[in-house]
């Protein structure tokens, strides 16, 4: 058995592929998903049954008190969602302000509390044009934080830091995995719309790849 690490899913493509990646390379996995009051909640159900297959322990953690601090995203307000692609400026508006420094700090007192000695999360250089804490500037600061928050030091893993969606799916497709399980789109809808710049991504990550997204969407 490897080494025991915490996994920031959320139930995303992205994060889907971290999580089987740390279960390949024989971690001991422990999964946590947060309910931030994003309005894709049909995302933390998805991860609810994932880990439930996976036979992967799971918390799903409910904070969406911190939105009477950090509103003003269009993933958690009654905000349009943009249409397009992440490298637009129209899609700062899905920036839910200092998410990934609150999250991380979390897991990390999560990690302590189980003696975990990482926290991996889906940080990838599609997200750097517009999310500042997807950023490697943002990664390696939080690690240098993180080894020196507690008394047992825990890293912040990122293995897709520098790689692109595309390149997270073909690693994910060499895995075998099923991407069936996941959810991407930012509207919460039965359907995934095809449009918001989460969908944009994933059909063009699908499509470099050579293969058809599993999922159904409205258009």
């Given at each position: 058995m490897g080494n025991k690490v915490?996994?920031?899913?959320?139930?995303?493509m992205d994060s889907f592929t971290v999580l089987n990646r740390a279960i390949r390379d024989g971690n001991e996995v422990y999964a946590l998903t947060f309910n931030y009051g994003q309005r894709h909640v049909k995302e933390i159900e998805v991860a609810r049954n994932v880990c439930e297959q996976l036979g992967v322990q799971h918390k799903v953690i409910d904070i969406r008190e911190i939105n009477a601090l950090l509103g003003g995203s269009s993933l958690t307000d009654d905000i349009d969602i943009p249409e397009g692609h992440y490298e637009e400026e129209s899609m700062?508006?899905?920036?839910?302000?200092?998410?990934?420094m609150v999250l991380l700090s979390l897991a990390i007192a999560y990690a302590v509390?189980?003696?975990?000695?990482?926290?991996?999360?889906g940080a990838h250089n599609g997200d750097h044009a517009i999310y500042p804490d997807c950023r490697p500037e943002f990664v390696h600061k939080m690690n240098e934080v993180s080894l020196l928050a507690n008394y047992e030091p825990v890293s912040i893993v990122t293995p897709y830091l520098n790689s692109s969606k595309i390149e997270i799916l073909t690693d994910g497709?060499?895995?075998?995995?099923?991407?069936?399980?996941?959810?991407?789109?930012?509207?919460?809808?039965?359907?995934?719309c095809g449009k918001c710049g989460a969908c944009v991504e994933r059909l063009e990550a699908f499509r470099e790849n050579g293969v058809s997204d599993p999922i159904d969407y409205e258009a």
């Open positions: 915490v996994v920031i899913y959320s139930g995303g700062k508006s899905t920036v839910v302000p200092n998410r990934n509390s189980i003696k975990a000695n990482a926290v991996h999360y497709l060499n895995m075998g995995l099923d991407y069936a399980t996941t959810w991407t789109c930012y509207n919460g809808r039965e359907k995934a």
